[in-house]
């Protein structure tokens, strides 16, 4: 297979402190730093948030804004994607970073359990969402955590509230969401391409120790890999992973395994239909 696999890392996320890994990147500063080896390592998207001094999530605009020009600067033609997960805030502040027009952001279009409570995606903030989406010129990551949420994907595409093919990711591993199956993972991929077609870009992503199970089921599938700190800080039960660019690595020797070369910048941007940088 020579089709070229996008590597997305997910950097920080809402959860992972520095009491859970010291590698985890919490200022801008430490976050630029950490996205730009994991880019030199590989990775053609970075997924991320933004926390507060005191390592708490936050939707803060004004902090998206210096991350972004850090990026720029020293991940030149990385695809930066925000998101609008809801653990950074409530209602409409999840997308109060979008006017900055990123060129990705996720789009959660649908409720699901968590650990300890519900992610909720109420269809109004969703609408929303998208809408701003729209009219920013941003490209949607759709997280399925679910199947009903490809299938609103579906929806949203008819109904043109989605622009062009959509990306979706399937998020697995969750504790009370969907668990690591690989029928279901089957079906899944079944489904994107039964609605979007048989070449529609599609992503995984693994939670914790099923990190490494999800990027090798994706790579060896013709899809494209998510990988981070947000999702596993770990390499193994007995070590942490040093750095977002281990995990970036790790997956590219995956990529070599199953002879798909890793995407660069522009054929990541190609793949998806985003302009070149």
Known sequence: MTKPCIICVAIT???PTKANNPAV???VPEQVESTQEAFEAGASIVHAHVRNDDETPSSDPETFARLKEGLKKHCPGMIIQFSTGGRSGAGRTRGGMLPLRPDMASLSVGSNNFPTRVYENPPDLVDWLAAEMVEHDVKPEIEAFDLSHILKAKEMSDKGQLVGTPYVQFVM???????????VFDYYIHTVRRLFGDDAPWCAAGIGRHQLTLNDWAISSGGHARTGLEDNVRLDRDTLAPSNAALVRRAAELCAKYDRPVATPAQARDILGLAAA
């Open 13 to 15: 996320g809402s959860l």
């Open 173 to 183: 591993g969750v504790k009370n969401a969907m668990p690591v199956d690989r029928d």
């Open 25 to 27: 990147p919490i200022s």
